[in-house]
């Protein structure tokens, strides 16, 4: 596609279900990140994927976060037994080799936990 | 380590008002610095760069000084109109391609 998609865009849910969120790269990208975005806050690093490489997951806040790429495409990020404090945007980027300092932002996913 | 201090906002000016956000950075090395700008319902953009020091990014009339004597990179806007209403986040990249970034900027333009 010509942008980075996420889905869903809204995704309210009970304290204690697992979510998952979805992202799709821009084609071809190499890199893939995932952000938090909370009220008041700024972006806050989550997990960064680099083509084959493991990823780096320096940001993940607890163990109940989790997130894979498939094929070195889209990229799932998990949040299980949800709490409250979860609520928040998650934003996804994509960056190309050609292109190392451009990140490529989709729209967003807004998390409610109940 | 690296981190990124912005301005508090919200910030409300009239149209044809100058803007001045200031960014403040702490970094090991010598970061690419970045505005990135959040209009009402989309995804971040970016809006300017600058990679080395005295280098001034600018970009639909914002620009943005990379100063590295003052570890700063204010973003500066002559004249703002009601379109620019956003949220403007100033952002470093760090070692290992990663980012940091401020925890944002509201302005409100209004007629």
């Known amino acids: 596609g010509a942008g980075v998609s996420q889905s869903p865009s809204n995704k309210v849910t009970e304290k204690g279900k697992d979510v998952e969120l979805r992202c799709d790269p821009i084609?071809?990208?190499?890199?893939l990140y995932w952000y938090r975005q909370s009220l008041g806050q700024g972006l806050e690093f989550l997990i960064y994927?680099?083509?084959?490489?493991?990823?780096?997951k320096s940001g993940l806040p607890s163990d109940r976060f989790s997130a894979e790429r498939t094929g070195g495409s889209v990229s799932t990020l998990t949040i299980q037994r949800t709490q409250q404090e979860d609520s928040a945007v998650y934003l996804c980027?994509?960056?190309?080799?050609?292109?190392?300092?451009?990140?490529?932002f989709g729209p967003g996913t807004r998390l409610t936990v109940l | 380590g690296n981190s990124v201090t912005q301005m508090e906002g919200p910030v409300t000016l009239s149209e044809e008002a100058f803007l001045t956000i200031n960014c403040t950075y702490t970094a090991t090395g010598y970061p690419s610095l970045f505005w990135y700008v959040q209009y009402p319902g989309e995804g971040l953009q970016l809006l300017l760069k600058?990679?080395?020091?005295?280098d001034k990014g600018s970009n639909k009339g914002f620009e943005a000084t990379y100063r590295k004597e003052t570890t700063s990179f204010h973003l500066e806007k002559g004249s703002v109109q009601v379109s620019d209403s956003a949220v403007y986040f100033c952002?470093?990249?760090?070692?290992?391609?990663?980012?940091?970034f401020g925890t944002g900027t509201s302005l409100t333009v209004i007629p």
């Open positions: 084609s071809g990208h190499t890199a």
């Open positions: 980027a994509s960056r190309s080799d050609t292109n190392t300092d451009t990140q490529y």
């Open positions: 994927f680099q083509g084959n490489s493991a990823p780096d």
């Open positions: 952002a470093l990249s760090g070692p290992g391609n990663q980012f940091y």
């Open positions: 600058a990679t080395k020091a005295d």
